[in-house]
């Protein structure tokens, strides 16, 4: 089974920065994809940022500029870096990866919460 491990979450003043982690462990053949979504109440889950397994990028409209993924495959792990954050950052953010395991699966952690106020 595969597990992924959020860390970095918490309270950060507007302007301020976080970095999140996402350590995936378990019965890993290969990771495609790994990346960020966040769910804000009331809202629905949206694209924060993905990255692929050579360093291709996509990031949400809101978030571009701002936030960047990086991954260390050596250690399967994703980083998002969080500069000039929002208010409306403020979300519980979701670490997805699409993990050959053995057949391609696509996992889900459980959640960080960022939480962006004065």
């Known amino acids: 089974q595969v597990q992924l491990a959020e860390f970095g979450g918490g309270l950060v003043q507007p302007g301020g920065s976080l970095r999140l982690s996402c350590a995936a462990s378990?019965?890993?053949?290969?990771?495609?994809?790994m990346g960020w979504y966040r769910q804000a109440p009331g809202k629905q889950r949206e694209l924060v940022a993905v990255?692929?397994?050579?360093?291709?990028?996509n990031y949400g409209d809101s978030v571009k500029g701002r936030f960047t993924i990086s991954r260390d495959n050596a250690k399967n792990t994703v980083y998002l870096q969080m500069n000039s954050l929002k208010v409306e950052d403020t979300a519980v953010y979701y670490c997805?990866?699409?993990?050959?395991?053995?057949?391609?699966?696509?996992?889900w952690g459980q959640g960080t919460q960022v939480t962006v106020s004065s």
């Open positions: 997805n990866a699409a993990i050959q395991s053995p057949g391609r699966t696509e996992f």
């Open positions: 378990g019965s890993i053949f290969f990771i495609y994809i």
């Open positions: 990255i692929t397994s050579n360093s291709g990028t």
